[in-house]
């Protein structure tokens, strides 16, 4: 089915499916075939799951094309499968990538641990912009790679600005683009090449699930599968037909996770005991206007820097009921964390306080429940922290 022309949400419910034809089902059955009788020389067929090419992975890979508005998609084991492969699939040893400082940080320590030993340069960019990634690109750099909005300070970075400088100096440019969702954010419409996501967050949206995204053009997807294929980081039948299932309500959850994440910012603006919110849809948030130009709605995430000493944060976390305290995002339930302690706990003290991670900041994922219930609670946990 054409779906091209057709809405976001009617993209993510139909775009992509397999039905079964055979029964009159209306979903994309779970094709648990190891083994399919094709011929090596017939073009498209479905053939072995490591080669990523059963149906069951291409549903999901295909939608997420339509809604990034890719030739092409591809879904893998975890975000780290498509943020390694990805690179890799340009990067070779002599070859030299430029990205922005505040990434995610397993990103971080992917280029620490693997591409130095791979023989790969990089140079991490503070405070990024084009201008600033521009000045660090060098005769051996293929690659600009950015986050935005960035984990977990919501860093909003100039993406039409990024994709002309890769243009410009012939670079493959790749975004991490989870914390949107292709609802809330489209790159390869502002002119990047590979548009990547942990689909474990948004994507499938119910926190039980591991996977990886890529959208970008049939050329360069196809070089990324065939990292994946090479390092083994295919996504099983069983997980594609949950990343697909969830991948039905995207649209539809990410207009409540924009609409809940205002409110919530709204909240915490105007309340005591908190030095600084980060959600760029607040009017005083340094990327707003940026966010508004580049995004379709300013997300679900958003994170906040509790005025109190850690151990007063230490209670705020435990007193919290509704939202719960764990690492991960983009569900429909809410989450909270202390990146310092997770997410950035690898990170050297001095980088991470130098990218703003501070000890009592908190990131939350703010889920699909009704606002006044997560408002309620943050206040509650706040009152009983003495945080005023
Ligand atoms: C922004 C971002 N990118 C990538 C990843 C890695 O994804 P995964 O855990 O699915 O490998 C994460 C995980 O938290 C993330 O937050």
Redesign the pocket.
Known sequence: MDTSRLGENTRSIRAGERLDRAVGGVTTPIHTAAAYMAADDVEGAYRYPRYCNIPTQAAPAEKLAALEGAEAGLVLA???AA?SSSLLSVLGSGDHVVLQADL?G??HRFLMAELARLGIGFTLVSEADPARLEAAVTAHTRAVFV?TPS?PLLRIIDLAGVAALAKKRGLVSMV?N??ASPINQRPLELGFDLSIH?G??YLNGHSDL?C?AVAGSKTLVAAVRERAINFGQTLNTYDCYLLERGMKTLALRMARHNENAMAVAGFLAARKGIAAVHYPGLPDHPGHALAKSQMHGFGGMLSFALDCPPAAARTFMDRLGLVLEAV??GGIESLACFPAVT?HAKMPREDRLAIGVTDTLVRLSVGCEDADDIIADLGQAMDAAHIA
């Open positions: 975890s975000g780290m943020i995610y397993g990103t986050e984990n991490d989870t914390f942990s474990t967050k591991n990886g991960s995002l997410s």
